[in-house]
């Protein structure tokens, strides 16, 4: 009788590669888990960027193409750069940086903490956006970035002509 109805069991081996199996099966799952964790962040981080320059570009598209005072002095014509509230005309922008990033009163963005701005002016050939000009040729390329742990991470680029209305917008 004990050799007809033996008990099956289990053996050692079987128990060893079936625990292989699972950690394989769970490290992958945790690995998983992880990267789409990271992702997720990543993705919220340059959806923070991009708001903070498109508030940052929209500021700066609502000011005068040139000085209204007549100045043909491209950059700060004796704004002071603390804030931004006495800009008056795109250009007074060129070389700005907002580490953290801050209303035009100087007042801390909300949720924009671990972010820094920075915004490039510059005049360009209106026959290649591309190309920087020394003097203002009736098209100035507006750039604004965002960085985080120092690495930009969100950019617009937006040309503004002489008759105000933005020639081309968007990321580059």
């Not at 490290?27 to 959806?47: F, I, M």
């Not at 491209?74 to 700005?96: I, M, P, Q």
């Amino acid at each position: 009788m004990s050799t007809a109805r033996q008990a099956r069991g289990i053996s050692l081996v079987e128990t060893v590669i079936s625990m292989i199996i699972v950690g394989v099966m769970l490290s992958a799952a945790l690995t998983a888990a992880g990267t789409a964790r990271t992702q997720g962040v990543s993705v919220a981080h340059h959806t923070q960027a991009m708001l903070l320059a498109e508030q940052l570009m929209s500021e700066i598209q609502s000011r005068a193409y040139e000085d209204p005072d007549g100045s043909p002095v491209l950059g700060r014509e004796g704004e002071d750069g603390a804030t931004r509230s006495a800009f008056d005309d795109v250009d007074d922008y060129d070389g700005w940086i907002g580490e953290p990033p801050v209303d035009a009163d100087g007042s801390i963005v909300n949720g924009g903490e671990s972010y820094a701005r920075f915004v490039e002016v510059d005049p360009v050939d209106p026959s290649a956006l591309g190309t920087t000009r020394g003097s203002d040729s009736g098209v100035k390329r507006i750039r604004v970035g965002v960085s985080l742990g120092g690495r930009v991470i969100a950019e617009l680029v937006a040309y503004r002509t002489t008759d105000g209305v933005p020639a081309l917008s968007g990321d580059e």
